[in-house]
């Protein structure tokens, strides 16, 4: 339906977000009028009515049936109408005289403001201050920035009381969801003393421009910060597709953060890291997407998507199937790197099996008989060693283990007693070859070898996209740096978080041929849970060092969450049947959410037993199962591993029988070869509950029979 020359329509995140909540029938008629409203706004059929003590003497509120009014920024000049809330007739009233949409004098951006709930957070803030600290004139977090600063930063003017107010952290958190998105972003940067230059380097902002026009909406809507919060309607955009999912607001609305990752060119590689929940995947999804729109157009353009499992590969196939058209599905290959290598090799004409670890207990075996008394290693020092200093490092011969970096390795070796190692290595190695089998990471280093061989222009791909790049090793990157061949603009986009490595392997990209300097990018806001899950998520890992992928370390502290909620709750029990009770009463607590909550276990074992519990309690349940995407559309409670949960979100998050002999997992850690060994399993255990946790949008309940798993924080 073409829209009117001149005349701008807009819809708000917000207007998403209370559609969502109508129900069926509302929702409906809502579309029924959205239809109207986009073939014509200024028909007088629509009839616009001002809002009595409203805020904001620019918006209107206008029929959509009997019971239901949408409300309208429908400035008093111009020609820009905005959609921005929709509910029941009293409470669309109510939200509309409580809201400011205005345009930031200094950034451009147009930002909606609860007036209301700011002077009630501006209060609250205040009365937390002593006299005597509001007194002194450097006592606030935000003291060295200007008021145009601040605003600059994304601040509106009507805020800027209550951000001078800000003396601690707590405050800070106390002031984030009252924000708007870019003010978050560059807040959290300014609490951990960043300053106004940095921080705009950081956001990848420019100084403010000159002779901002607070009336020209036209102009505002086109701002980034904007596009943030506002979808410009088109006469190609697609909008029943996007109210049959209004809550999939990912695919539509971007953060300034990260809408600067996804639309722009790069020099070369690019490394984004952010804790869960802060939209990694989404921007690697929308980076393909951009890439193809923008840059890689012709049919016969491809781009290589790879991640690590092929859990995460069906996921995410599922997902850009939401914002990518069937011909755009056609060229992009979303596939996991074990199995792009698997057929690589195959067209190339090796004859490989690959292989993993429950494969080659045989062979392992076969080969520690050949090792030396003397050295008193156990096996599994043997299979760590292989893992992290020979496959890492592309060893081929003894002389290459002899001169092997093993920087990180609990366990000093002498020249001779790596020699005598290596013969160990070597027995290995004949015993795979003998039988065409080739692990991984090897597998890897072979591919990576013939396409160095010939150049990688060969292969379709015009860009490699990389999602979950923490549980990658170097054989993984040293391929992925040659199949996108000699750094060039917008080859490689790399996307990970360390804290979430639940595989054990790590990298350094600059070891790989990949550098990342001057385009290593961080995203700070959590989207997904609330600030109470985030910061006990978080609290599991204490203690323990990230690192950052590239021989740097890695943390969380500026790492928020907007939302806020309920801690997660723990609950422990005598005996199994009691938690059984509990775990009964809280599933039918949830009964009318039963899509929305999963059940998580760190084995599959444990998973089974409880399935059979739940099912004898007569809940329907349904396991997400590897290699194949969970159906929203099919009831019954969710039930996963830690691993297989790993890119997936739901409301609520349950994780039953955390007892001390689960967690950590006696197999993970009993046959680690030295300390250091020993140190890398735990940590894998604790990413393993940060990312279960991690997973949960408004609620997770944690319970155990007896002693409790002793990483719980």
């Not at 790590?506 to 290593?520: A, E, H, M, P, Y």
């Not at 609620?699 to 002693?707: A, D, E, L, P, R």
Request: proline share 3%; net charge negative.
């Amino acid at each position: 339906m073409s829209l009117q020359a001149n005349i701008r329509l807009a819809i708000s995140d917000k207007f998403f977000d209370s559609y969502s909540r109508l129900p069926k029938n509302a929702q409906n008629k809502v579309s029924e009028f959205i239809n109207r409203f986009r073939q014509n706004p200024t028909s007088p059929g629509l009839n616009y009515e001002v809002i009595r003590d409203s805020r904001d003497k620019n918006l209107r509120s206008v029929r959509v049936d009997q019971g239901h009014r949408a409300i309208v920024l429908k400035p008093q000049e111009g020609n820009v109408y905005v959609l921005l809330w929709v509910d029941k007739h009293d409470d669309a009233y109510s939200w509309a005289k409580r809201q400011v949409c205005v345009v930031n004098q200094i950034s451009g951006a147009l930002q909606i403001i609860d007036a209301s709930e700011v002077e009630i957070a501006t209060q609250q803030i205040a009365a937390q201050v002593s006299p005597q600290v509001a007194a002194q004139p450097e006592s606030g977090r935000f003291h060295k920035f200007s008021d145009d600063e601040l605003m600059r930063l994304g601040v509106p003017q009507i805020l800027l009381g209550a951000v001078r107010q800000v003396v601690s952290d707590e405050q800070v958190d106390q002031l984030l969801p009252h924000l708007p998105a870019e003010a978050s972003d560059a807040l959290l940067l300014a609490a951990a003393d960043y300053g106004y230059e940095e921080i705009l380097a950081q956001l990848d902002k420019s100084e403010a421009s000159q002779g901002v026009d607070p009336e020209d909406l036209a102009t505002a809507l086109q701002n980034e910060d904007s596009l943030s919060r506002f979808l410009i309607l088109t006469d190609d955009t697609d909008l029943e597709e996007m109210l049959a999912a209004p809550l999939e607001k990912w695919r539509v609305f971007l953060h300034p953060t990260q809408r600067k990752l996804i639309e722009r060119d790069w020099a070369g590689a690019v490394r984004v890291l952010g804790g869960a929940g802060t939209g990694k995947t989404v921007v690697a999804m929308h980076r393909a997407k951009w890439l193809l729109q923008n840059r890689f157009q012709e049919n016969t353009d491809r781009i290589l998507f790879t991640t690590f499992t092929k859990n995460l590969a069906v996921d995410i196939t599922a997902n850009l199937q939401a914002i990518c058209s069937i011909d755009m599905m056609k060229r992009i290959h979303v596939i996991n790197l074990d199995a792009w290598v698997a057929d690589f090799l195959r067209k190339e004409g090796v004859e490989t099996k690959i292989v993993y670890a429950q494969d080659t207990e045989g062979l392992w075996e076969k080969a520690y008989a050949c090792a030396s008394q003397e050295l008193d290693l156990d096996l599994s020092f043997y299979k760590e060693e292989w893992r992290e200093v020979v496959l890492n490092q592309d060893c081929q011969n003894q002389r290459d283990y002899l001169t092997a970096r093993r920087i990180g390795r609990g366990t000093r070796l002498s020249r001779i007693q790596r020699q005598d190692i290596w013969l160990v290595f070597e027995e290995y190695r004949n015993l795979l070859r003998e039988r065409g089998w080739r692990e991984p990471d090897e597998a890897m280093r072979d591919a990576a070898k013939i396409i160095q061989a010939r150049g990688s222009i060969s292969l379709p791909y015009k860009a490699v996209i990389v999602d979950e790049a923490q549980d990658m090793s170097d054989s993984a990157f040293t391929l992925l740096r040659a199949i996108a061949g000699e750094s060039k603009p917008n080859d490689l986009f790399i996307v990970g978080d360390a804290h979430q490595r639940i595989y054990s392997k790590t990298t350094i990209l600059s070891r790989c041929n990949i550098n990342v300097k001057g385009r290593s990018k961080k995203l700070r806001l959590n989207y997904r849970t609330t600030d109470e899950i985030r910061q006990w998520a978080t609290a599991i890992l204490n203690g323990t060092t990230i690192d950052d992928l590239d021989g740097g370390t890695d943390d969380l502290r500026d790492y928020r969450s907007l939302m806020h909620g309920e801690a997660p709750i723990i609950k422990g029990f005598s005996k199994p049947e009691q938690e059984l009770d509990y775990l009964n009463n809280v599933l039918k607590d949830l009964e009318q959410q039963t899509t929305g909550v999963c059940l998580v276990f760190r084995t599959d074992a444990l998973l089974q037993r409880y399935e059979t519990q739940l099912k004898a309690l007569h809940f329907t349940t349904r396991q997400i199962r590897r290699n194949t995407a969970d159906n929203p559309s099919q009831q019954g409670i969710r039930l996963a591993t830690m691993h297989r949960i790993k890119g997936l979100q739901f409301d609520y998050i349950v994780i039953p029988g955390l007892s001390v002999d689960v967690l950590p997992l006696k197999a993970a850690i009993e046959y680690c070869a030295d300390e250091t060994s020993r140190t890398q399993a735990l940590t894998a255990e604790r990413s393993l509950l940060h990312v279960a946790a991690t997973r949960a949008k408004r609620q997770v309940f944690i319970t155990y029979t007896g002693s409790p798993s002793t990483l719980l924080p």
